[in-house]
Structures are given as structure tokens and as C-alpha cells.
């Protein structure tokens, strides 16, 4: 029985995704993990890349001992886990997303590190800078301007292209919001069509942030998918 890796995103960590892990009905064992430079985990000298963190996650399985994992990926944390099934079909079991924003670009990249200004989030939403600095003690100014080139870096070259999704066999679970002006409905839809055995699930009233997300039915639904 395949262990449940839950995948944080981006200016995230894990502690994000504890109330989905503490309310998933399942028999299998139940991960979290940070990607590096979040949170508490160390920031090695290298920029932020998704062959990185696909790394993170293989590295995390063998101190664990797991060799093949289901996975629930949150935003960027879908990206990820889409990636870990295509170049690492054999390690991934069921991958189920929701907000990921899939098929990427430079003109979506340069709409999502719009939001990455530091000096505009102080001043904006104070409340998610004294978020950030609570979760990313060493700084989170830094981690925002990783995930600027991460995000600029990822729109000059998708690390899946539109040609690619149709060689991804494993049954996938896409959740999107109704309301997720990141992560809309129509890239959702067209991914999911391309995908051999994907299926698409809209939340209502749900906008990108995991904490405003409609999680009675993103766990029903999750523990539906990873059982069934």
C-alpha cells in the first residue's frame, strides 16, 4: 500500500497542508515535507528550479524508506508531483492537485511574479507579510525572490510540455476552484483531457489560497480518489 506525500506551494510549507493530513480517512501513512529554503529547511546555494524540489521529494523517500507514493500537490507542490510522475513514472502512484497552475508560459509567468514584490505585500496585505516572516524564519523577502526566477525560469521553459501530458498513464485527480483566478478552469480542463487517466474536480467557492479552499469537499473527494 503506497504512503501519501502531501507537496506544499510555492511561499509555502508544510504546515499549510496539516489540516488536509489530519483529516484524511485512509490506511495508508501520511507525509508532509518542505521543499528546500522553506520554512526551516536549509537554503542551499543554488536558485529555486522544480528539478530541485523533484529532488527533495526523491531524497525524502529514500531517508523514509518509501519506494512508491501517492501524492496530493498544492499549487506549485502539483507541478512538482506532476513532474515526479513523468520523469519518475515508477516512484508515483496516484498524483492529485489542486490549484497547479500546468500549462505555463512567459506571459502566465510574468503574471504570477506580479504578486512576488515584497514591498507591495508589507504594504497591501500586512497580514501575509507577518505570515511569511512566521514561516520562513531565515527570511522570506528571499524566498520571494527565488520564486520570482523560479516562476520567470518555468515560463521560458515548461518543464512538461502540451506534447508530454498524454505520456503521464497514472490515474491524476485535478482540483480547481471556481474562483482560482491562478489556476483557472480552462487549463485545467485542457491538461485533464490530455491525460490518459485524468480526471478534473471543481470546488465552489473556492479561490486559489488553501485556506480559503472548500475542504469539506476537497477531502471527500481526496479520500474518494486515493482509496478507490
Not at 513523468?86 to 492537485?97: E, Q, W
Not at 527565488?146 to 508530454?164: H, Q, V, W, Y
Not at 483557472?184 to 480542463?189: D, E, H, K
Request: with cysteine; hydrophobic share 40%; charged share 25%.
Amino acid at each position: 500500500m503506497n504512503s501519501i506525500i502531501l507537496l506544499h506551494g510555492a511561499l509555502g510549507t508544510s504546515d499549510q497542508l496539516k489540516p488536509i493530513a489530519e483529516r484524511l480517512d485512509l490506511e495508508q501513512s501520511i507525509h508532509l515535507m518542505n521543499f528546500e529554503g522553506h520554512g526551516s529547511e536549509s537554503t542551499p546555494d543554488r536558485p529555486f528550479r522544480m528539478e530541485h524540489f523533484v529532488e527533495n521529494v526523491i531524497d525524502f523517500m529514500d531517508q523514509h524508506a518509501i519506494e512508491k507514493a501517492d501524492f496530493f500537490g498544492y499549487s506549485m507542490g502539483g507541478y512538482v508531483a506532476m513532474m515526479l510522475a513523468k520523469d519518475h513514472p515508477g516512484k508515483v502512484g496516484k498524483v492529485a492537485t489542486l490549484g497547479t497552475v500546468l500549462k505555463w508560459s512567459s506571459e502566465v509567468a510574468e503574471r504570477e511574479v506580479k504578486f512576488l514584490n515584497p514591498d507591495k505585500i508589507r504594504e497591501k496585505v500586512p497580514a501575509f507579510a507577518a505570515e511569511l516572516e512566521n514561516r520562513h524564519p531565515a527570511g522570506w523577502e528571499n524566498v520571494a525572490a527565488k520564486t520570482k526566477d523560479l516562476l520567470l525560469d518555468l515560463g521560458k521553459n515548461p518543464r512538461i510540455s502540451d506534447s508530454e501530458w498524454s505520456s503521464i498513464s497514472h490515474k491524476v485527480r485535478i482540483h480547481t476552484g471556481d474562483r482560482d483566478a491562478t489556476a483557472g478552469i480552462g487549463q485545467s480542463l485542457d491538461v485533464c483531457k490530455k491525460l490518459p487517466n485524468g480526471e478534473l474536480m471543481v470546488l465552489p467557492d473556492t479561490p486559489h489560497p488553501i485556506e480559503r479552499a472548500n475542504l469539506n469537499l476537497l477531502i471527500s473527494s481526496l479520500n474518494d480518489f486515493l482509496t478507490r
